[in-house]
């Protein structure tokens, strides 16, 4: 389990993390989580997953999007530079 703690008490279990969005009309971040349903009671069960969505605003937002900045690949496409031998 890795937690990222994004608040003084508030902590999130980024291994269940799917998707993180800005909000587009105010400051914030949506989280979008995968996680186990609570109380399933075989091993069948617990393969189970249900969604969650977790909104954060103010300075959880930017802990979280600090965190993001620092541990995220980066998967966008870049242009290539010029070469210099051109």
């Not at 075989?42 to 969505?53: G, P, R, V």
């Amino acid at each position: 389990m890795r937690l990222v703690k994004v608040g003084a008490k508030h902590y999130i279990n980024a291994d269940h993390m799917i998707e993180v969005y800005p909000h587009l009309v105010e400051p914030g971040l949506t989280i979008v989580m995968a996680a186990p349903q609570a109380g399933a009671s075989s091993d069948t069960e617990s393969t189970l997953l249900k969604i969650y969505t977790i909104d954060l605003h103010g300075e959880e937002a930017q802990n979280v999007t600090r965190w993001l900045e620092t541990v995220a690949e980066d998967g966008v496409k870049h242009a290539a530079l010029p070469s210099a031998s051109g």
